[in-house]
């Protein structure tokens, strides 16, 4: 499978919008609070933007998506405002932070002018050097504030960034860049539920390389297959990520 270039192609053209706002420097693939964003953006008064970029092909609830990502990368990173750029969207709703090319600076815009309150203190930029957690786990929307809320905590908390395949900039077979991924990586993470075989593939691949490998599983136990059922498992309950986010960094950190 090769992936669309439309991402790079995306990326590239808004970063060419950015360099003709005088008032805005921006940063390309930052790692900032566990996580990588597509771009950082700070504005002359020193607001803090995130602009993550998706070429998603359309689908039922696409644009509730974008937004509900949107708003788990500002809770989580503690940015003044993050813009979802989507390229298959039709019209913009900048209240929530989704946005078409089109209408990225002038919401950048809107956000600066209507800007009273004070600044917030937002999470810093690190230097990973490559230093990455792998996140095995289903991309369901359902588990986008497990990635968000707990991975990219406990990656913080190792001074790493939490890739997931779906989330990174690459061109070439996706079985050889997760493989590439998860041999580079310090740990894995696995999102047991569901026992999706994709998931399912790229823990025995972990544990093949030895690479220190956390599981993690919203399926009851006992519904998990039976060898996988035998590992060391966490559990947690969807929408309950915040209080799961600190066991999962101390088992990280335990791993490493």
């Known amino acids: ?9 995306l990326t590239n053209e808004i970063a060419e919008l950015l ?34 970029v998706k070429t998603w092909d359309t689908f039922s609830g696409f644009r509730n998506r974008a937004a509900h990502q949107a708003g788990l990368l500002k809770e989580t990173l ?21 946005v078409t090319l089109a209408s990225l600076i002038p919401a950048i815009n809107e956000a ?35 990635y968000y809320v707990a991975m990219s905590y406990a990656a913080e908390r190792v001074d790493s960034v939490c890739l997931r395949v779906d989330q990174i900039e690459y061109s070439g077979n996706i079985v050889a ?22 998931v399912l593939y790229e823990a025995g691949y972990a544990h093949a ?25 966490l559990s947690y309950e969807q929408g309950q990520t915040y209080k799961f986010r600190r066991p999962l960094a101390k088992r990280l950190q335990e791993s490493i």
């Open 19 to 52: 360099r003709k706002e005088e008032y805005l420097s921006f940063e390309r693939e930052v790692d900032i609070g566990g996580i990588r964003a597509n771009f950082f953006v700070t504005t002359r008064n020193n607001r803090k933007y995130i602009i993550d």
């Open 78 to 98: 503690r940015v003044d405002e993050v813009f979802v750029v989507v390229d298959n969207l039709q019209k913009s709703s900048i209240s929530e932070g989704v």
């Open 112 to 146: 600066i002018s209507k800007e009273k309150s004070p600044r917030k203190r937002s999470k810093k930029i690190v230097d990973t050097s490559e230093k990455h957690i792998f996140a095995a786990m289903p991309f369901a929307e359902k588990y986008d504030d497990v």
């Open 177 to 198: 860049e997760i493989q590439k991924l998860i041999r580079s990586s310090m740990a894995v993470i696995v999102d047991l539920s569901e026992s999706l075989p994709n």
């Open 209 to 233: 390389l030895k690479k220190p490998t956390i599981h993690i599983t919203s399926t009851p136990l006992e519904q998990l297959p039976f060898d996988v059922a035998q590992w060391n498992t």
């Open 1 to 9: 499978m090769v992936i669309d270039q439309r991402e790079k192609e």
